[in-house]
């Protein structure tokens, strides 16, 4: 495993800048990963899932560090609002979930009252806290179906209804017919008709 001060670096040139997210991103994952045993995320790349419950700075950072990507199935996005994540071994089953503590935020005031501007506090206090002050840490166990795991898709049907190709069992059985999400009413979108 790199450094904090190496992979924050890394962090800040991957996601734009840096931040107190950054720095609570990869203190998530170096944490997770040591708590797991995996010294070497990028050796050990095939062995971990993280599941992430936030769509924001963390996020980035906690790919960065662990290797995990969308498009290799190894980053699940669970829409919670929660600056946490949770890291599983596949080789032996083992899940931590770490999530970052609110009280933090009050601490890295007391800590840098110097500094005015929260984010400055935050993003001092942040690198140099206890893993117990910013976190709090549990083993878990994770509910993985087969077709959420990364490799090649375990199936592949058509939609009845639109036609369009749907892998992994995303589809839904409607009074008979296999459908797609969408077409089963389940859209996040509708159709603009232009003229
Ligand atoms: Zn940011
Ligand atoms: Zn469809």
Same mark, same amino acid.
């Given at each position: @495993?790199?450094?904090?001060?190496?992979?924050?670096?890394?962090?800040?040139?991957?996601?734009?800048? @840096?931040?107190?997210?950054?720095?609570?991103?990869?203190?998530?994952? @170096?944490?997770? *990963?040591?708590?797991?045993?995996?010294?070497?995320?990028?050796?050990?790349?095939?062995?971990? *899932?993280? %599941?992430?419950?936030?769509?924001?700075?963390?996020?980035?950072?906690? #790919? *960065?560090?662990?290797?995990?990507?969308?498009?290799?199935?190894?980053?699940? %996005?669970?829409? /919670?609002?929660?600056?946490?994540?949770?890291?599983?071994?596949?080789?032996?089953?083992?899940?931590?979930?770490?999530?970052?503590? &609110? &009280?933090?935020?009050?601490?890295?005031?007391?800590? %840098?009252?110097?500094?005015?501007?929260?984010?400055?506090?935050?993003?001092?206090? /942040?690198?140099?806290?206890? &893993?117990?002050?910013?976190?709090?840490?549990?083993?878990?166990?994770?509910?993985?179906? #087969?077709?959420?795991?990364?490799?090649?898709?375990?199936?592949?049907?058509?939609?009845?209804?639109?036609?369009?190709?749907?892998? &992994?069992?995303?589809? +839904?059985?409607?009074?008979?017919?296999?459908?797609?999400?969408?077409?089963?009413?389940?859209? /996040?979108?509708? +159709?603009?008709?232009?003229?």
């Amino acid at each position: @495993m790199k450094s904090l001060e190496e992979y924050l670096a890394l962090a800040a040139r991957n996601h734009g800048h @840096m931040c107190p997210g950054q720095v609570l991103g990869v203190r998530m994952a @170096m944490l997770g *990963l040591k708590q797991l045993g995996i010294d070497d995320p990028v050796k050990h790349r095939k062995r971990l *899932l993280t %599941f992430v419950e936030i769509d924001r700075c963390a996020t980035d950072a906690v #790919s *960065l560090v662990t290797g995990c990507r969308l498009g290799k199935r190894a980053l699940k %996005f669970l829409d /919670y609002g929660k600056v946490a994540a949770t890291f599983l071994d596949l080789e032996t089953n083992r899940a931590v979930r770490i999530a970052a503590r &609110d &009280d933090s935020r009050v601490k890295a005031r007391e800590m %840098f009252p110097e500094l005015t501007d929260q984010r400055r506090q935050q993003l001092e206090a /942040y690198k140099v806290m206890d &893993d117990a002050e910013l976190f709090t840490s549990q083993w878990v166990r994770v509910k993985l179906k #087969s077709e959420d795991l990364p490799g090649r898709p375990r199936t592949r049907v058509a939609c009845e209804q639109c036609g369009e190709g749907i892998n &992994d069992r995303r589809e +839904r059985l409607v009074d008979g017919r296999v459908l797609c999400r969408n077409c089963a009413g389940e859209s /996040y979108y509708e +159709r603009v008709t232009s003229d």
